[in-house]
């Protein structure tokens, strides 16, 4: 009946306030976080697969959160563009991960040849003011641009419209690396791979779960490098998880690899150990 009905929704109207209240509540905490330094930056390595050397990091975004502790990207990534703050995120992400990669420059930890890799969401993508952005910390910081390379998902590009292009096109004319992420996730690749002006695309994990365990996925894995490389690009294959698959990229012709087989993220003052641990080159 209707009163049944208005009784239903008068049951749960508080819960809904409160969820309303703890949401601007956790949207006030993560604009703090951004300000005051709550977010970190974890690194994973990005390894070449016939020598181990790890020839990069991603950097990903945590917040470590005053009461609820550490808070993964998934989860507040969505708020953030949400809320409207994914921009400045996206901007201390960005300036962060190339100050690090510039402390590590200057420890001669790494060469010329390592980069750094920061995923940009669509939002910044969208921003001049996020070109000039990466300018200013190219300079601010004096690290070759060739050095730093952003990781855009195909979502963001495909969705993307001519000012998008511009965007890439300019980003590109400062000399930073352009990744397409997530690659095999959606649902236009080959119309527009040929078409971006990207470097590399990072091939989604879910392309190679089956691999070591699927007898036809080696052969899947197979078409999509041989796609990726008609269009002149080279491939990155992330979330490989065991010895099998590393095995099987590599046997494959795949060049750069990243996963938990060879390191889960970590935070940067484990990087050094990591970087001391591999084969000289
Ligand atoms: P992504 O860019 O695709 O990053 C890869 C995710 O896979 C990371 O999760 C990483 O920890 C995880 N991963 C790495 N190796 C393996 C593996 O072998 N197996 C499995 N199962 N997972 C693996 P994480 O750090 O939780 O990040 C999730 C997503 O959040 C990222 O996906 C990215 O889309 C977004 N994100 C992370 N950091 C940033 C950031 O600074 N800015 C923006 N805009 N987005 C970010
Ligand atoms: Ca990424
Ligand atoms: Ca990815
Ligand atoms: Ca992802």
Redesign the pocket.
Known sequence: SKAEGQNRLHRFEPALLLMRRLRSQLVEDLRAAIKSDGLT??Y?PVVELATGRVEGV????RWNHPTRGFI???EF?PLAEEAGL?SE??LW?LRAAVHQLRSWIAASLVDNRFSVR????ATDLQSLQFIEDVRNVLKETGVRPEQVVL?L?EVAIVKGNELDRYSLAGLRGLGVGIEI??FGTGYSSISYLRRLPVDRVKVD?SLITGLGTDPSQPALVAAVLQLVRACGLEAVW????TAEQAGILRGLGCLSA????FS??VPPDQIPLLLADQPEG
Do not use: C, F, K
């Open positions: 930056l974890y994973q991603e950097a990903l975004v993964m990207p998934d990534i994914i995120l996206g992400v920061i995923n940009i969401s990781e998902t992420d997530d994990r992330e979330g490989v998880e990243q996963g938990y087989y889960r993220p």
